[in-house]
Protein backbone atom coordinates (compact mmCIF):
# COMPACT_ATOMS: atom_id res chain seq x y z
CA UNK A 1 0.00 0.00 0.00
CA UNK A 2 1.69 3.57 -1.16
CA UNK A 3 0.00 5.46 0.70
CA UNK A 4 0.83 3.24 4.21
CA UNK A 5 4.27 3.35 3.37
CA UNK A 6 4.17 6.85 2.55
CA UNK A 7 2.42 7.81 6.01
CA UNK A 8 5.11 5.49 7.78
CA UNK A 9 7.75 7.97 6.19
CA UNK A 10 6.50 10.99 7.42
CA UNK A 11 6.47 9.49 11.05
CA UNK A 12 10.38 8.95 10.68
CA UNK A 13 10.56 12.22 9.23
CA UNK A 14 9.28 13.52 12.66
CA UNK A 15 10.93 11.87 14.51
CA UNK A 16 14.32 12.82 12.68
CA UNK A 17 16.21 15.32 14.20
CA UNK A 18 17.23 18.57 13.11
CA UNK A 19 19.55 18.55 9.88
CA UNK A 20 23.61 18.99 10.41
CA UNK A 21 23.65 21.24 7.37
CA UNK A 22 21.92 24.35 10.20
CA UNK A 23 25.59 24.65 10.83
CA UNK A 24 27.58 25.79 8.29
CA UNK A 25 24.44 27.75 6.81
CA UNK A 26 24.32 29.30 10.50
CA UNK A 27 27.77 30.05 10.15
CA UNK A 28 26.90 31.86 6.42
CA UNK A 29 23.84 33.33 7.44
CA UNK A 30 25.39 35.30 10.53
CA UNK A 31 23.63 32.98 12.87
CA UNK A 32 24.83 31.74 16.25
CA UNK A 33 26.90 29.04 15.28
CA UNK A 34 27.53 27.66 18.93
CA UNK A 35 23.67 27.55 19.45
CA UNK A 36 23.38 25.49 16.20
CA UNK A 37 25.72 23.21 17.68
CA UNK A 38 24.77 22.40 20.74
CA UNK A 39 21.04 22.33 18.91
CA UNK A 40 21.71 19.83 16.28
CA UNK A 41 24.06 17.19 19.09
CA UNK A 42 21.40 17.80 21.41
CA UNK A 43 18.50 16.83 19.01
CA UNK A 44 20.27 13.73 17.26
CA UNK A 45 21.23 12.57 21.28
CA UNK A 46 17.35 13.07 22.34
CA UNK A 47 16.64 11.14 19.09
CA UNK A 48 17.74 8.12 20.59
CA UNK A 49 14.70 7.74 22.72
CA UNK A 50 12.26 9.75 20.79
CA UNK A 51 12.54 8.51 17.11
CA UNK A 52 11.72 4.89 18.92
CA UNK A 53 9.03 6.38 20.89
CA UNK A 54 7.48 7.60 17.71
CA UNK A 55 7.76 5.04 15.60
CA UNK A 56 6.21 2.82 17.71
CA UNK A 57 3.43 5.02 18.38
CA UNK A 58 2.35 5.48 14.83
CA UNK A 59 3.49 2.36 13.46
CA UNK A 60 3.43 -0.87 15.87
CA UNK A 61 1.52 -2.08 13.80
CA UNK A 62 4.36 -2.69 11.24
CA UNK A 63 6.56 -5.35 13.50
CA UNK A 64 9.12 -2.82 14.50
CA UNK A 65 10.43 -3.05 18.49
CA UNK A 66 10.92 -0.45 20.31
CA UNK A 67 14.54 -2.12 21.54
CA UNK A 68 15.26 -2.70 17.51
CA UNK A 69 14.69 0.58 16.75
CA UNK A 70 16.84 1.99 19.65
CA UNK A 71 20.10 -0.09 19.21
CA UNK A 72 19.53 1.57 15.53
CA UNK A 73 19.42 4.68 17.35
CA UNK A 74 22.46 4.25 18.71
CA UNK A 75 24.24 2.26 15.75
CA UNK A 76 23.27 5.99 14.23
CA UNK A 77 24.10 8.19 16.46
CA UNK A 78 26.39 7.35 19.49
CA UNK A 79 29.08 4.91 17.48
CA UNK A 80 29.39 7.58 14.59
CA UNK A 81 29.55 10.70 17.41
CA UNK A 82 32.48 8.23 19.45
CA UNK A 83 34.37 7.69 16.16
CA UNK A 84 34.24 11.45 15.02
CA UNK A 85 36.27 12.00 17.99
CA UNK A 86 39.12 9.94 17.35
CA UNK A 87 38.82 11.35 13.78
CA UNK A 88 39.67 14.90 15.45
CA UNK A 89 42.89 13.35 16.78
CA UNK A 90 45.66 15.32 15.32
CA UNK A 91 47.56 12.64 13.60
CA UNK A 92 44.88 11.71 11.81
CA UNK A 93 42.54 14.82 11.10
CA UNK A 94 45.73 16.38 9.11
CA UNK A 95 44.67 13.86 6.33
CA UNK A 96 40.86 13.55 6.93
CA UNK A 97 40.07 17.55 7.08
CA UNK A 98 41.04 17.80 3.19
CA UNK A 99 38.31 15.33 2.15
CA UNK A 100 35.61 15.12 4.69
CA UNK A 101 32.94 18.21 2.86
CA UNK A 102 33.61 15.57 -0.41
CA UNK A 103 32.73 11.93 1.62
CA UNK A 104 29.97 13.56 3.36
CA UNK A 105 28.52 15.06 0.23
CA UNK A 106 29.08 12.25 -1.95
CA UNK A 107 27.50 10.17 1.27
CA UNK A 108 24.12 12.20 1.29
CA UNK A 109 24.10 11.83 -2.79
CA UNK A 110 24.31 8.21 -2.61
CA UNK A 111 21.66 8.22 0.00
CA UNK A 112 19.54 10.29 -2.03
CA UNK A 113 20.21 8.38 -5.13
CA UNK A 114 19.44 5.26 -3.45
CA UNK A 115 16.05 6.26 -2.40
CA UNK A 116 15.20 8.14 -5.53
CA UNK A 117 16.34 5.01 -8.15
CA UNK A 118 14.47 2.08 -6.21
CA UNK A 119 11.41 4.26 -6.59
CA UNK A 120 12.04 5.79 -9.83
CA UNK A 121 8.19 3.75 -10.75
CA UNK A 122 6.68 6.11 -8.14
CA UNK A 123 8.19 9.44 -9.78
CA UNK A 124 7.39 8.66 -13.35
CA UNK A 125 4.39 6.61 -12.77
CA UNK A 126 2.59 8.00 -10.25
CA UNK A 127 2.78 12.21 -10.19
CA UNK A 128 -0.02 12.81 -8.04
CA UNK A 129 1.30 11.12 -5.16
CA UNK A 130 4.39 13.02 -5.67
CA UNK A 131 2.64 16.26 -5.80
CA UNK A 132 1.19 15.51 -2.61
CA UNK A 133 4.11 14.40 -1.00
CA UNK A 134 5.58 17.76 -2.06
CA UNK A 135 2.57 19.91 -0.88
CA UNK A 136 2.53 18.66 2.49
CA UNK A 137 6.57 19.04 3.17
CA UNK A 138 6.37 22.15 1.28
CA UNK A 139 3.95 23.25 3.82
CA UNK A 140 5.98 21.89 6.86
CA UNK A 141 9.02 23.32 5.82
CA UNK A 142 8.54 26.81 4.20
CA UNK A 143 5.29 27.21 6.68
CA UNK A 144 7.12 26.50 10.01
CA UNK A 145 10.45 28.64 9.05
CA UNK A 146 8.73 31.58 7.60
CA UNK A 147 6.08 31.58 10.15
CA UNK A 148 8.95 31.34 13.14
CA UNK A 149 10.91 33.64 11.65
CA UNK A 150 7.93 36.15 11.61
CA UNK A 151 6.77 35.63 15.39
CA UNK A 152 10.40 36.10 16.13
CA UNK A 153 11.07 39.28 14.47
CA UNK A 154 7.64 40.57 15.76
CA UNK A 155 8.90 39.64 19.43
CA UNK A 156 12.73 41.70 18.86
CA UNK A 157 14.06 38.15 19.36
CA UNK A 158 17.91 38.54 18.42
CA UNK A 159 18.10 38.39 14.50
CA UNK A 160 21.33 35.92 14.81
CA UNK A 161 19.22 33.44 17.16
CA UNK A 162 16.03 34.09 15.20
CA UNK A 163 18.38 32.51 12.14
CA UNK A 164 19.27 29.53 13.39
CA UNK A 165 16.51 28.86 15.80
CA UNK A 166 13.95 28.99 12.15
CA UNK A 167 16.33 26.49 10.71
CA UNK A 168 16.41 24.10 13.49
CA UNK A 169 12.55 24.21 13.43
CA UNK A 170 12.47 23.82 9.90
CA UNK A 171 14.72 21.67 8.35
CA UNK A 172 15.29 18.30 9.63
CA UNK A 173 18.29 15.18 8.82
CA UNK A 174 17.22 13.56 5.09
CA UNK A 175 20.14 11.51 5.87
CA UNK A 176 19.03 10.03 8.68
CA UNK A 177 15.17 9.75 7.79
CA UNK A 178 16.54 8.04 4.40
CA UNK A 179 18.39 5.24 6.01
CA UNK A 180 15.57 4.82 8.87
CA UNK A 181 12.87 4.56 6.27
CA UNK A 182 14.56 2.48 4.26
CA UNK A 183 16.15 -0.10 7.05
CA UNK A 184 12.42 -0.11 8.78
CA UNK A 185 9.68 -0.10 6.22
CA UNK A 186 11.41 -0.73 3.25
CA UNK A 187 11.65 1.50 -0.10
CA UNK A 188 8.39 3.14 -0.62
CA UNK A 189 8.85 4.78 2.87
CA UNK A 190 11.91 6.34 1.94
CA UNK A 191 10.02 8.40 -0.81
CA UNK A 192 9.30 11.51 1.46
CA UNK A 193 12.43 11.65 2.91
CA UNK A 194 14.24 12.18 -0.64
CA UNK A 195 10.96 14.85 -1.39
CA UNK A 196 12.54 16.42 1.71
CA UNK A 197 16.25 16.74 0.96
CA UNK A 198 15.07 18.79 -2.22
CA UNK A 199 12.83 21.06 -0.54
CA UNK A 200 15.18 21.86 2.54
CA UNK A 201 17.56 22.52 -0.40
CA UNK A 202 15.13 24.99 -1.81
CA UNK A 203 14.03 26.66 1.45
CA UNK A 204 17.90 27.16 2.43
CA UNK A 205 18.31 29.24 -0.64
CA UNK A 206 15.27 30.76 -0.50
CA UNK A 207 15.77 32.04 2.92
CA UNK A 208 19.52 33.36 2.28
CA UNK A 209 17.64 35.39 -0.51
CA UNK A 210 15.03 36.92 2.19
CA UNK A 211 17.26 37.52 4.71
CA UNK A 212 19.68 39.37 1.88
CA UNK A 213 17.06 41.76 0.88
CA UNK A 214 15.85 42.12 4.48
CA UNK A 215 19.21 43.64 4.65
CA UNK A 216 19.04 45.90 1.52
CA UNK A 217 15.86 47.17 2.87
CA UNK A 218 17.88 48.73 5.90
CA UNK A 219 20.31 49.93 3.25
CA UNK A 220 17.79 51.14 0.23
CA UNK A 221 17.65 54.88 -0.82
CA UNK A 222 15.44 56.39 1.17
CA UNK A 223 17.37 55.23 4.15
CA UNK A 224 20.62 56.70 2.47
CA UNK A 225 19.57 59.74 1.75
CA UNK A 226 18.07 59.78 5.51
CA UNK A 227 21.63 58.65 6.72
CA UNK A 228 22.80 61.40 4.18
CA UNK A 229 21.06 64.20 6.28
CA UNK A 230 21.95 62.65 9.38
CA UNK A 231 25.58 63.40 8.33
CA UNK A 232 25.44 66.54 6.82
CA UNK A 233 23.39 67.96 10.13
CA UNK A 234 26.61 65.99 11.82
CA UNK A 235 29.27 68.15 9.74
CA UNK A 236 27.29 71.42 10.40
CA UNK A 237 27.05 70.92 13.82
CA UNK A 238 30.72 69.82 14.09
CA UNK A 239 32.00 72.87 12.27
CA UNK A 240 29.67 75.26 14.44
CA UNK A 241 31.65 73.82 17.70
CA UNK A 242 34.73 74.77 15.68
CA UNK A 243 33.66 77.91 15.81
CA UNK A 244 32.39 78.56 18.86
CA UNK A 245 36.13 76.51 19.99
CA UNK A 246 37.96 79.62 17.87
CA UNK A 247 35.69 82.33 19.58
CA UNK A 248 37.01 81.23 22.98
CA UNK A 249 40.37 81.03 21.97
CA UNK A 250 40.46 84.64 20.20
CA UNK A 251 38.72 85.45 23.90
CA UNK A 252 42.26 83.96 25.79
CA UNK A 253 43.92 86.05 23.61
CA UNK A 254 42.12 89.18 24.54
CA UNK A 255 41.60 88.73 27.55
CA UNK A 256 45.91 88.65 27.88
CA UNK A 257 45.97 91.79 25.54
CA UNK A 258 43.26 93.28 27.96
CA UNK A 259 45.63 92.65 31.10
CA UNK A 260 48.89 93.53 29.68
CA UNK A 261 47.34 97.15 28.61
CA UNK A 262 45.98 97.77 32.13
CA UNK A 263 48.58 96.20 34.02
CA UNK A 264 46.48 93.83 36.10
CA UNK A 265 44.83 90.40 35.82
CA UNK A 266 41.64 89.30 35.57
CA UNK A 267 39.88 87.08 38.15
CA UNK A 268 38.43 84.29 37.32
CA UNK A 269 34.82 85.73 38.43
CA UNK A 270 35.57 88.86 36.43
CA UNK A 271 35.81 86.60 32.83
CA UNK A 272 32.35 86.12 32.29
CA UNK A 273 31.64 89.91 32.73
CA UNK A 274 35.19 90.53 30.66
CA UNK A 275 33.73 88.39 28.16
CA UNK A 276 30.05 90.54 27.53
CA UNK A 277 32.15 93.20 27.37
CA UNK A 278 34.31 92.49 24.37
Known sequence: NHVQMVFYGFVV????????????????????????????????LAS?????????????????????????????????MIVSRFLLYKPLFKYIEPIRGKVV????????????????????????????ISL??????????????????????DRSLRITQSMLIAIKSSGFSVFTALALFGKEAAIPSAVMAVMVLFYL?????FLNNSISMLTSPKRSKVSLRKRKYHFKVKDQMQDLNNISKNLEEDKKIFEELNGQSITPGGIDDFKKRI
Do not use: C
Open 13 to 44: IAAAPPGVAIIPFSYLLKGRVEYAILGVTGAF
Open 48 to 80: IVIAPLLVNLFASSQGVKPYDLFIMMVKLVVIP
Open 105 to 132: DWGFAVLIFVAVGINRHVFFANPVLLLK
Open 136 to 157: VLGIATFGLGLTFDALAKYFNV
Open 205 to 209: ILFAL
